[in-house]
Structures are given as C-alpha cells and as structure tokens.
C-alpha cells in the first residue's frame, strides 16, 4: 500500500491517498490506518470520517477500534455521517471506548436515536458510564411508547436516587397506567415511591380498592397512608368491602380514611358502617359512627340500637343523632 512504502512520512501520504478516493468507505478507511502508528492513526482516520459521505453504525465501530487515543473523537465525529443510527449500533459503538468517553459519546449519540423500544433504551443506558441518569433522561424523549414497562426496564440499570430522577421525569407521560404496571413503576423506584404512586393513582384506568391497596403495599408507614388517600380520593364509589380493606391498611390515618371513604360506599347499611369500625379503634370508632349516622341507607327503628352499641364511648350521643334523624323523616 502507498502509506506502507514512505517511512517517516507514512501520515501525509495516506492523508493525500486517501484524499484521491471519491466515495471512500469506512473500510478504505480503516484498511490505511493499520498501516499507521500510534496518534497517526487518529490523525488518519478522523479525516477519512470527514471526508466519507455516509457510514454505517458496523463501519463506525471499525473505525473507532482502529484509532488510537482520540477514539471518541472518532466516534463523535462520525456521528454526523451515519443517517440512521440504531440503539444496538450506539451500544456496539460505546463498548470500543472507555470510562468517560462512554458517556460522551451516548450523550450526543441518543440525540440522533429515533423511536427506539424500552429494551433498546435500557441496553443504552446500560452502556453508559457515569452519566447513567443523563442518558436515560435523553433515552426516555426517544421511545416510541412511554411505558411502564419500558421506564422500569431503564430504572433497572440506574442506582440509588438516579431511578427516581428517571422515574420522575417519565411520570407527566405515564398517564392511564393499569394498577399492577404502577405496581411495578412504584417497586421500581428509590426513595420517591409515595411521590410517583400519589401522581400517577388518580391517572389508573379501572381503579379500584384492591388496585389501590396493590399499590400502596409498596410503601411503608405513612407513605402507605399517602398513596391510599390519593387512590381513595380518585374513586367516585366504592363498596364496603373495599373500604374495609383500604382502612385495614392504613398506618396513622386510619380514621381519616373511613371518613374520606364513607361518602362513596354504595352499600353503606347499619351493618357495613358497624363492619367499618372493625378496623378502627377506641375513639375512632365514635367519629365515624357519628359520620355514619346521617349518611346509611336502612337506618330504621330496628337497628337505631345495633349502631350505637357499635360505639366505644358516644354510644348516647350515635343513639341521639340517630333518632333526631329518623325522627326528621330521613331514611
């Protein structure tokens, strides 16, 4: 080869070498750089990439492997050579460098990816090496479909607080999510879990009691009570049963629930309201009571009694706003 037969001048004539070939290819290109040492081949093949009118993601990785130190300036520049670059090949590109350049290189290669699968954004985070998180926010403008499937498949390759910064920023397109995906979404994350239920429970499409109990089964203390505030808050009805079950899990808020509840339990007889108070204590039991008394649905002279001895201490006063209820004509 001509570069091959100058000595001390190997770089300038395989720079005009390859100068003289139209349409130079990403082989032609690494073909002349093997003939070359040390920071020659840098030289070499970042002005073959200039000089190409088009390359491949298979021809780009050649390229970078045949460089010598400057080999993410090799696989940046060319960059602006490749028309349609897929994730596997920015993936394939980003293994032929190292540490930072890693992340040099996907920051501005994930700018050029279109429409890509959350399986293809994960394996390019996952590429990544410091900047995870920066990527992964670049990655998520790139799906196709924001899914949940798709964020918590992301929020797997990041650590520690990186998967809530990720979490966060998909949670404005998450919207319509079934419970069991926002099972997954909450489970996913970090320290934001209540943050990411609380935002996306009212968005859940057939929410229901046992969804939003799912749900909060992710959290602990006082968050649980947060996350099925705002489920409970998005339901317009809910029955007995579910009630039951949305009070039994609650932490510290248990009381605050049942009364938030009790307005939109369809079913809300004597009995329901006595089996209510079943998962409440003391005082609380009273309070609701109270609540309960102008809002059931069979309250009759038969069972005016059965819903005060329901109470703990008000059992006079559940008794009295009963009567003064039923004596008003309100059934």
Same mark, same amino acid.
């Given at each position: 080869m001509l570069s091959a037969a100058a000595y001390q001048q190997k770089v300038d004539v395989a720079l005009r070498a390859i100068a003289?070939?139209?349409?130079?290819?990403?082989? *032609?290109?690494? =073909? #002349?750089?093997?003939? %070359?040492?040390? $920071?020659?081949?840098? +030289?070499? +093949?970042?002005?073959? @990439?200039? %000089? &190409? /009118?088009? %390359?491949?993601?298979?021809?780009?990785?050649a390229l970078v492997a045949a460089a010598y130190q400057n080999k993410v300036g090799v696989a940046v520049a060319a960059l602006g050579k490749i028309r349609l670059l897929p994730a596997g090949g920015a993936v394939a590109i980003a293994s032929q460098l190292t540490w930072g350049d890693k992340d040099t290189y996907l920051l501005?290669?994930? !700018?050029? =990816? &279109? $429409?890509?699968? $959350?399986? !293809?954004?994960? *394996?390019? #985070?996952?590429?990544?090496?410091?900047?995870?998180?920066?990527?992964?926010?670049?990655? =998520?403008k790139k799906l196709s479909v924001v899914n949940a499937e798709a964020v918590v498949a992301m929020a797997a390759q990041l650590s520690w607080g990186d998967k809530d910064t990720v979490i966060m920023a998909a949670v404005p397109k998450l919207s319509g999510l079934r419970s069991s995906e926002l099972v997954n979404v909450v489970a996913a994350a970090y320290q934001q879990k209540v943050d990411i239920a609380t935002a996306l429970l009212p968005t859940v499409t057939e929410l229901d009691a046992t969804g939003i109990r799912r749900v909060a089964g992710q959290l602990q203390w006082g968050d649980k009570d947060s996350a099925l505030a705002a489920g409970l808050g998005a339901l /317009? /009805? @809910?029955?007995?049963?579910?009630?039951? $079950?949305?009070?039994?899990?609650?932490?510290? &808020?248990?009381?605050?629930?049942?009364?938030?509840?009790?307005?939109? #339990?369809?079913? %809300?007889?004597?009995?329901? &309201?006595?089996?209510? /108070?079943? @998962?409440?204590?003391w005082g609380d039991r009273d309070t609701f009571l109270l609540r309960a008394v102008d809002l059931v649905t069979d309250l009759a002279p038969g069972n005016v009694m059965a819903l005060a001895n329901g109470a703990y201490q008000e059992h006079d006063q559940v008794l009295q706003k009963a009567l003064t209820r039923l004596s008003q004509g309100s059934h």
């Amino acid at each position: 080869m001509l570069s091959a037969a100058a000595y001390q001048q190997k770089v300038d004539v395989a720079l005009r070498a390859i100068a003289k070939i139209r349409g130079i290819d990403g082989a *032609a290109i690494v =073909l #002349v750089a093997q003939t %070359l040492s040390w $920071g020659d081949k840098d +030289t070499l +093949t970042l002005q073959g @990439v200039s %000089l &190409a /009118t088009s %390359l491949n993601a298979d021809e780009t990785v050649a390229l970078v492997a045949a460089a010598y130190q400057n080999k993410v300036g090799v696989a940046v520049a060319a960059l602006g050579k490749i028309r349609l670059l897929p994730a596997g090949g920015a993936v394939a590109i980003a293994s032929q460098l190292t540490w930072g350049d890693k992340d040099t290189y996907l920051l501005q290669a994930v !700018e050029n =990816l &279109a $429409g890509i699968t $959350g399986a !293809e954004a994960a *394996a390019v #985070v996952g590429a990544a090496y410091q900047q995870k998180a920066e990527v992964a926010k670049k990655a =998520l403008k790139k799906l196709s479909v924001v899914n949940a499937e798709a964020v918590v498949a992301m929020a797997a390759q990041l650590s520690w607080g990186d998967k809530d910064t990720v979490i966060m920023a998909a949670v404005p397109k998450l919207s319509g999510l079934r419970s069991s995906e926002l099972v997954n979404v909450v489970a996913a994350a970090y320290q934001q879990k209540v943050d990411i239920a609380t935002a996306l429970l009212p968005t859940v499409t057939e929410l229901d009691a046992t969804g939003i109990r799912r749900v909060a089964g992710q959290l602990q203390w006082g968050d649980k009570d947060s996350a099925l505030a705002a489920g409970l808050g998005a339901l /317009t /009805t @809910v029955n007995a049963e579910g009630l039951i $079950g949305i009070v039994a899990d609650g932490y510290q &808020a248990k009381i605050s629930l049942a009364l938030a509840g009790a307005p939109k #339990v369809s079913d %809300l007889t004597v009995a329901n &309201a006595i089996r209510i /108070t079943s @998962v409440l204590q003391w005082g609380d039991r009273d309070t609701f009571l109270l609540r309960a008394v102008d809002l059931v649905t069979d309250l009759a002279p038969g069972n005016v009694m059965a819903l005060a001895n329901g109470a703990y201490q008000e059992h006079d006063q559940v008794l009295q706003k009963a009567l003064t209820r039923l004596s008003q004509g309100s059934h």
